[in-house]
């Protein structure tokens, strides 16, 4: 039984949307990482753990990953209003409808950023209406700076 677990979170797909990287101004998370992962991850920046562990842990499952959380999150939470003082944006694919000079019309995903609060104010049917999937959780690094734990 605990192979097949950790061969189910080990598959291929879930390994490209676990990253870590980061540039002069904002740090980039893969949104497939659970918190315990994230915590775990020795690249994470300390601060952010610190603020992951003493104030989001509060509220949500370690286990939980990073991708649910924000698909779910509802304005007024404290991990909303925690993730709104850090200036978290979060990186999705959203399915849209294009046009063919034919008149055709096809389905594709296209890129898209979203401020914590945009997203937030999309209730969950509109969400999934849109085909929305969370890809990247972009953590500006002036939010942590300036965040007091």
Same mark, same amino acid.
């Given at each position: &039984?605990? %192979?097949?677990? +950790?061969?189910?979170? /080990?598959?291929?797909?879930?390994?490209?949307? +676990?990253?870590?990287?980061?540039?002069?101004?904002?740090?980039?998370?893969?949104? =497939?990482? *659970?918190?315990?992962?994230?915590? !775990?991850? !020795?690249?994470?920046?300390?601060?952010?753990?610190?603020?992951? #562990?003493?104030? $989001?842990?509060?509220?949500?499952?370690?286990? /939980?990953?990073?991708?649910?959380?924000?698909?779910? &999150?509802?304005?007024? #939470?404290? *991990?909303?209003?925690?993730? @709104?003082?850090?200036?978290? =944006? $979060? @990186?999705? *694919?959203?399915? !849209?409808?294009?046009? #063919?000079?034919?008149?055709?019309? %096809? *389905? @594709?995903?296209?890129?898209? $950023?979203?401020?914590?609060? !945009?997203?937030?104010?999309?209730?969950?049917? @509109?969400? +999934?209406?849109?085909?929305?999937? $969370?890809?990247?959780?972009?953590? #500006? %690094?002036?939010?942590? &700076?300036?965040?007091?734990?």
């Amino acid at each position: &039984m605990e %192979k097949i677990e +950790k061969e189910i979170e /080990t598959m291929p797909q879930d390994k490209d949307f +676990k990253y870590l990287l980061q540039d002069a101004g904002a740090i980039y998370v893969g949104a =497939r990482y *659970s918190y315990a992962e994230l915590l !775990e991850e !020795e690249m994470a920046a300390f601060k952010l753990k610190t603020i992951l #562990s003493r104030y $989001i842990l509060q509220d949500v499952d370690a286990s /939980t990953t990073l991708e649910s959380h924000f698909y779910y &999150m509802e304005e007024g #939470s404290f *991990s909303y209003q925690t993730f @709104r003082e850090l200036k978290v =944006r $979060i @990186r999705v *694919s959203a399915l !849209e409808e294009k046009k #063919s000079l034919a008149g055709k019309t %096809k *389905s @594709r995903y296209k890129d898209k $950023i979203y401020t914590l609060k !945009e997203l937030a104010g999309l209730n969950l049917a @509109r969400k +999934k209406q849109a085909g929305i999937i $969370i890809r990247e959780i972009i953590f #500006s %690094k002036l939010g942590l &700076m300036t965040f007091t734990v």
